[in-house]
């Protein structure tokens, strides 16, 4: 079992900017794919973002240029930083976590959530204007 928790969430004015991060313990793997995504109330997950086990990193193209994803100073660690925050960024953000390093697809940018098996708790995200 894999155990990811996240933190950094929390209630920002529209323009401001987060961090948040994302450790992964227990049953893990030296080649894993760890990434971030999001639920919008109403809306489906939303892949964001993913950090292959050598610090590759992949943003999809629907939040290229405000969302960067990192490795932190462990391994296992993941860091999405959101800058010019929106309401529509209003949502909860979940790590997700894969024993193999990230698909092909993912590495496309097409972060899917079939390609992880592991959840965080989540972390909300509020955007006031």
């Known amino acids: 079992q894999v155990h990811l928790v996240e933190s950094g969430g929390g209630s920002v004015q529209s323009g401001g900017s987060l961090k948040l991060s994302c450790a992964a313990s227990?049953?893990?793997?030296?080649?894993?794919?760890m990434a971030w995504f999001r639920q919008r109330l109403g809306k489906e997950r939303e892949g964001l973002a993913a950090v292959n086990f050598d610090g590759a990193t992949t943003v999809a193209d629907s939040v290229s240029g405000r969302f960067t994803a990192s490795q932190g100073d462990a391994k296992k660690t993941v860091l999405l930083q959101i800058g010019n925050l929106r309401s529509e960024d209003t949502a909860m953000y979940y790590c997700?976590?894969?024993?193999?390093?990230?698909?092909?697809?993912?590495?496309?940018?097409?972060?899917?959530?079939?390609?992880?098996?592991?959840w965080g708790q989540g972390t909300q995200v509020t955007v006031s204007s």
């Open positions: 227990g049953n893990t793997s030296t080649r894993h794919c």
């Open positions: 997700a976590y894969s024993r193999w390093a990230c698909s092909p697809r993912v590495r496309s940018g097409v972060v899917t959530a079939s390609d992880f098996d592991y």
